[in-house]
């Protein structure tokens, strides 16, 4: 009887299904072949790599859903991030002022994006493709050259496991409640975080769903009475907030901020492969965004594999290329079923 619950979920669910899968059969043997094996250490180190690309695939996921592409998430990061080089540092009081202005820097310009789409009345790919280059030129601008001066602190506790960030700030380290999680990589909890508090409630509201009756069929939905403009507005804005998590992440993790236009380049490229890895349909409506943390995962992992086989990196741009072609090609593979055009909207 409890099998049955479980069959219908993965035949609701397949790509996502596959996407969990996939992570676990590749991330057990790259943990196999690791000369440390399975060790915190390898998990908080893959942890940090993998956290930013993983928020930039989230912000990825809400356009993509609307049937949309937002082609600025990997910009707006790459802003923030310089942003937060320049502001988490100072008291205690100054460091949490400096990440909220961040947040709300990058949760800004999602906004601006979403207005720009609704009112302007412009294609998502073409608006965010010109806000993009905004971002990018805002970034240079606040840090025309490398460098920040992120809190020392902070960058050790939120970039190692639960026991050194309880050590950091004077927590009891020999507490009972620590002892379970003592071991656990904080990167990786405050991905999680950020998607249950964030996430799962905005899916559920009436907005979130509101965002998959437009990607399914936005006639639909506006026939239906729904607030198309406020989810549409609200998408673009949650986009925002979290590319702007992680490029606070990447500031905190790297300590200093870098206006890298080809870092943006490449950040917005495999957002889009680990949506559609992770089982999100690029014509809409279908998927999530945990689902895309998965795929991020997935990418990040495929790239662990250049460090243990000892491959020349400068193939690795050839092979995360092929793997967006064929993730995407993956996506794909609905419309060719397609005998009917209307079949599309369903």
């Known amino acids: 009887m409890t099998s049955v619950p479980v069959v219908r979920w993965l035949r609701q669910n397949r790509g996502f299904a596959g996407a969990l899968f996939l992570l676990a059969a590749i991330y057990l043997v790259y943990n196999i072949m690791h000369p440390r094996g399975f060790s915190s250490a390898v998990f908080v180190q893959n942890s940090n790599e993998a956290v930013a690309l993983a928020f930039v695939a989230m912000a990825q996921t809400v356009p993509v859903l609307l049937g949309g592409l937002d082609l600025s998430v990997g910009a707006v990061m790459t802003l923030t991030s310089c942003i937060a080089s320049e502001l988490v540092s100072g008291s205690p009081g100054q460091i949490l002022l400096g990440m909220v202005l961040t947040l709300l820097s990058g949760t800004a310009f999602g906004l601006m994006n979403g207005l720009i789409v609704v009112y302007g009345r412009i294609q998502p790919i073409i608006a965010t493709l010109a806000t993009g280059a905004i971002a990018i030129g805002l970034a240079l601008w606040v840090r025309p050259k490398p460098g920040g001066d992120v ?155 250049f460090r243990i086989l000892s491959i020349d990196p400068l193939l690795q741009p050839l092979i995360e290329g092929l793997v967006l072609l064929v993730a995407v090609s993956f996506g794909a593979i609905r419309t060719l079923r397609v005998r009917n055009k209307l079949d599309l909207f369903r």
Do not use: H
Not at 212 to 226: F, K, N, Q, R
Not at 238 to 255: D, N, P, R, V
């Open 151 to 305: 809190d020392g602190d902070l960058n050790w506790a939120l970039t190692n496991t639960v026991w050194d960030f309880a050590d950091t700030y004077g927590f009891d380290t020999n507490s009972p409640w620590l002892a379970p999680f003592a071991d656990l990589p904080v990167p990786i909890l405050i991905l999680l975080g950020v998607a249950i508090l964030v996430w799962v409630p905005f899916r559920r509201s009436v907005t979130g769903r509101t965002v998959y009756a437009v990607g399914s069929a936005e006639g639909a939905a506006y026939m239906s009475g729904l607030p198309i403009a406020r989810a549409k507005i609200a998408a673009f804005t949650l986009g925002g907030f979290f590319a702007a998590c992680g490029g606070l992440y990447l500031a905190i993790q790297t300590s200093s901020g870098n206006a890298d236009v080809q870092q943006a380049g490449a950040y917005t490229l495999n957002s889009i492969a680990a949506v559609v890895l992770g089982g999100t349909s690029l014509l809409g409506g279908a998927g999530g965004a945990i689902g895309s943390l998965v795929g991020a995962l997935i990418l990040r992992v495929i790239s662990f594999y």
